[in-house]
C-alpha cells in the first residue's frame, strides 16, 4: 500500500511534464472538445470538423494575410443553415497548475496574473485570425469565433481576478467559454 502514492505521484508528474508541452496542451483540449461534441451527438465529417486547413474554391489553403500562416482551426461547427462557427481551444496549464501549488500570497498573485495575460492573449490572438473572413463562400461564417478554454477553474479564476477579460475577448469577437457551456 505504500507504493501506491508514489505510483500516482509518479504518473501526475509524467502526465504534467507532457502536458506542460504547448503542443500536447493543445491536443488535450482539442481532445476534450472532441469529447464533448460527440457526447451531444454531433458526428465528425457531417456536423463539424478537425483541424481541416481552410482553402478557397480551388482548393488551395488560405494563408492568413497577417500571420502568414495556413488557416487551421480546431473545430468547424456546422450549423444546418449552412452557418460554420469556428471553435479553438486554448489553455495554458502551467501557471494554473502553478497557482494551485504555491502557497504565498505573492506567488498565488503571480501565477494568477500570469494565467489572465496568457488568457487575454490567446483571445487576442484569435481575434487576428479573423477565421469568419475565410471560411468557403457557400457557407456563411457566425462573425465570432469560439475560444474553449478546457479548464473550468482556471477559467474561472482569471475571471474572478480579471473581469473585464470576458467583455474585452467579446468585443473583439472571442467568445470565451469551457466545457460546461458548451454541454
Not at 488560405?62 to 487551421?72: A, L, P, V
Request: hydrophobic residues 40%.
Amino acid at each position: 500500500t505504500c507504493a501506491l502514492p508514489i505510483l500516482k505521484n509518479n504518473i501526475w508528474n509524467h502526465f504534467l511534464s507532457t502536458i506542460f508541452i504547448n503542443k500536447e496542451q493543445g491536443k488535450w483540449g482539442e481532445r476534450m472538445l472532441i469529447d464533448i461534441l460527440e457526447s451531444q451527438g454531433l458526428q465528425r465529417g457531417v456536423d463539424y470538423d478537425i483541424q481541416q486547413t481552410i482553402t478557397d474554391r480551388k482548393g488551395n489553403a488560405i494563408i492568413n494575410e497577417d500571420s502568414g500562416k495556413k488557416m487551421i482551426p480546431d473545430v468547424i461547427l456546422h450549423y444546418p443553415n449552412n452557418e460554420d462557427i469556428i471553435i479553438d481551444s486554448k489553455m495554458s496549464i502551467e501557471a494554473y497548475y502553478n497557482y494551485m501549488n504555491v502557497e504565498t500570497d505573492a506567488a498565488k498573485a503571480q501565477y494568477a496574473a500570469d494565467l489572465v495575460r496568457s488568457i487575454r492573449n490567446q483571445a487576442n490572438d484569435l481575434a487576428k485570425k479573423d477565421y469568419s473572413r475565410y471560411i468557403a463562400k457557400n457557407r456563411t461564417a457566425v462573425d465570432f469565433v469560439i475560444m474553449f478554454v478546457p479548464n473550468e477553474g482556471a477559467l474561472q479564476l482569471a475571471l474572478a481576478k480579471e473581469p473585464k477579460l470576458w467583455g474585452e475577448a467579446f468585443d473583439k469577437q472571442v467568445f470565451i467559454t469551457s466545457q460546461q457551456n458548451l454541454l
